[in-house]
């Protein structure tokens, strides 16, 4: 099993900023990515940005120039993965949730969410 825990969610001004951690335990090995989704009420969940075992990261148009993805090689078997957001606008508000895909795992593995709050 596989537990994810996003934490790092809250308010702020718009053009302000937050640093969202996701740590990850348990059967952590053969990742195959980690990412971060958001959902808002009434929109489906979408992309905002992933990292691949081997590094390579993706981001939505939307928040290109201004999320950064991260993560640390894991340690005392927790694996950690960030997302740096800048410049945050009311847009960005959302439950936003940290994903976890391993090789050969047809089901991803999601964390509970965290909720970000930008006001105008």
């Known amino acids: 099993q596989v537990q994810l825990v996003e934490s790092g969610g809250g308010l702020v001004q718009a053009g302000g900023s937050l640093r969202l951690s996701c740590a990850a335990s348990?059967?952590?090995?053969?990742?195959?990515?980690m990412g971060w989704f958001r959902q808002s009420p009434g929109k489906q969940r979408e992309l905002v940005a992933t990292i691949t075992r081997g590094g390579t990261t993706r981001y939505a148009d939307s928040v290109k120039g201004r999320f950064t993805i991260s993560r640390d090689n894991a340690k005392n078997m927790v694996y950690l993965v960030y997302l740096q957001m800048n410049s945050l606008k009311p847009e960005d508000t959302a439950v936003y949730y940290c994903?976890?895909?391993?090789?050969?795992?047809?089901?991803?593995?999601w964390g509970q969410g965290t909720q970000v709050t930008v006001s105008s």
């Open positions: 994903k976890l895909d391993r090789v050969g795992v047809s089901s991803p593995y």
């Open positions: 348990g059967s952590i090995f053969s990742i195959n990515a």
